[in-house]
């Protein structure tokens, strides 16, 4: 997404509001004023003196709220857009204490650096002017197109503002320069190290479909979202099955369609393209109290990579695009198939640990990162119809299987995983790791 010009991120004007048919053919407009929405001061003659009191730029969900949309305002509340409960879940069956406890720090660090990127607004209630009126603050801000509000949110203004590291170079087929960066780390002959192969766009995207064809009006305003879950939870949240029934014509396309591969296979082990894996999120904070990202330091391709640069202090860690099929942790919830596709999630000791005098150790101890796995289930929107998977029947069920499942959770992350992060690695994802190829599913 091109950042919002400086200019067009604050509504300024030396006029009446009529300049303006953004707002003055709005129904916000019609039927309310600026300070139902915004509080302030409307009698006020400088901006300062106006944007007194109750005024807040950004207006939270009571306000929207407030007669016009309460039901909506309802959910969105306890959505995880808001809540951010599917982290605190995760973290929480970790072990990390969410609650009140002796490590305050640890919660003080979560607060510091990860609520920062969802949505709610500086009075921690749900911006929904972050979908409707602008671009999210964590994304830079500013006005869609004036004051106007819009029912359906911009899929690259608003949606892959956010979920733009993953989600949007997946689904846009972005990823190709990073995975050919990553061909060093490749064993010679797997067919993901061979710089001829291509990524491409979800085959959704070709259609063109937006984030809005999938994930419709009530799952976004938080309409089945779990208050002690993760995303994969939501209750309202697609599925494969909602535009591709399980009936006669789609059993008669393959016959990997009908038997135990529909049964105990996800449809992304067949349909998903490599993803971007993570291996860590090391948080810490500048001289002044500035929270930031170390990421992915463990990443094999950096040394050469700053070697080879005219400037090496602009060359960041990587992240390992890869596809890795395992035992989904996730087998025995409803609807959940015995086989899916995994991805590494960026999880260790040192995520909240800091540096220098801001240094605590085992905020996160090893027994929360073997609590769960680190090789996590994962839906990635790069499917196609056709993928490197599909090619042959030994790639699961014979000696080529080891290029595609997770058979050894520190050698498939190809030197990303850190040396004294090793033995933690491969207990958290023994229950996950594969040993030897499927057999033959009739």
């Known amino acids: 997404m091109a950042p919002v010009p400086v200019p067009k991120?604050?509504?300024?004007?030396?006029?009446?509001?009529?300049?303006?048919?953004?707002?003055?053919?709005?129904?916000?407009?019609?039927?309310?004023?600026?300070?139902?929405?915004?509080?302030?001061?409307?009698?006020?003659?400088?901006?300062?003196?106006?944007?007194?009191?109750?005024?807040?730029?950004?207006?939270?969900?009571?306000?929207?709220?407030?007669?016009?949309?309460?039901?909506?305002?309802?959910?969105a509340a306890d959505g995880l857009h808001t809540t951010l409960n599917g982290y605190l879940s995760i973290l929480g069956d970790r072990g990390f204490p969410t609650g009140a406890s002796d490590q305050a720090a640890a919660m003080e660090r979560y607060e510091e650096q990860c609520t920062k990127c969802h949505t709610a607004n500086e009075f921690d209630q749900t911006a929904c002017g972050f979908c409707h009126v602008s671009v999210p603050t964590q994304a830079g801000g500013g006005f869609l197109n004036g004051h106007a509000f819009q029912g359906v949110p911009s899929m690259d203004n608003n949606c892959t503002a956010c979920h733009g590291s993953r989600v949007k170079d997946e689904y846009y087929g972005l990823n190709n320069a990073l995975l050919d960066r990553n061909t060093a780390a490749y064993p010679a002959g797997h067919p993901y190290g061979d710089t001829a192969y291509n990524l491409k766009p979800d085959v959704h995207k070709s259609a063109g479909l937006t984030c809005m064809d999938c994930h419709e009006m009530a799952e976004m305003h938080g309409e089945g979202h779990p208050a002690d879950g993760d995303r994969y939870d939501v209750t309202s949240a697609p599925a494969c099955v909602d535009c591709h029934p399980i009936d006669a014509a789609f059993e008669a396309v393959t016959s990997l369609h009908r038997g135990g591969h529909q049964s105990e296979i996800d449809c992304y082990v067949c349909h998903a393209q490599p993803y971007k894996n993570c291996y860590g999120c090391h948080t810490d904070v500048t001289e002044a109290g500035v929270p930031f990202f170390r990421n992915n330091e463990s990443d094999p391709t950096?040394?050469?990579?700053?070697?080879?640069?005219?400037?090496?202090?602009?060359?960041?860690?990587?992240?390992?695009?890869?596809?890795?099929?395992?035992?989904?942790?996730?087998?025995?919830?409803?609807?959940?198939?015995?086989?899916?596709?995994?991805?590494?999630?960026?999880?260790?000791?040192?995520?909240?640990?800091?540096?220098?005098?801001?240094?605590?150790?085992e905020l996160i101890t090893s027994a929360m990162v073997r609590a769960l796995p680190t090789w996590k289930y994962a839906t990635p929107h790069s499917i196609q119809r056709n993928t490197a998977i599909t090619t042959a029947c030994a790639n699961c069920h014979g000696a080529n299987y080891s290029k595609f499942w997770l058979t050894d959770p520190v050698a498939n992350s190809l030197g990303w995983v850190a040396a004294d992060d090793e033995a933690n690695e491969a207990a958290a994802n023994a229950d996950v790791t594969m040993d030897a190829p499927i057999s033959y599913i009739p």
Request: some cysteine.
């Open 9 to 75: 991120k604050v509504w300024v004007f030396d006029g009446g509001v009529e300049q303006y048919p953004s707002v003055l053919g709005s129904v916000h407009f019609q039927a309310r004023d600026c300070v139902d929405c915004h509080g302030g001061d409307d009698a006020a003659n400088t901006r300062m003196d106006a944007h007194t009191g109750d005024f807040q730029a950004i207006p939270g969900g009571p306000n929207c709220a407030d007669g016009c949309h309460d039901g909506v305002v309802d959910t």
């Open 302 to 361: 950096l040394a050469d990579r700053k070697a080879a640069a005219s400037d090496p202090a602009t060359v960041a860690p990587d992240s390992l695009i890869t596809f890795r099929v395992g035992i989904n942790p996730k087998f025995g919830d409803p609807g959940q198939k015995q086989y899916s596709v995994l991805r590494h999630v960026p999880i260790d000791e040192d995520a909240f640990t800091y540096t220098g005098a801001n240094a605590i150790d």
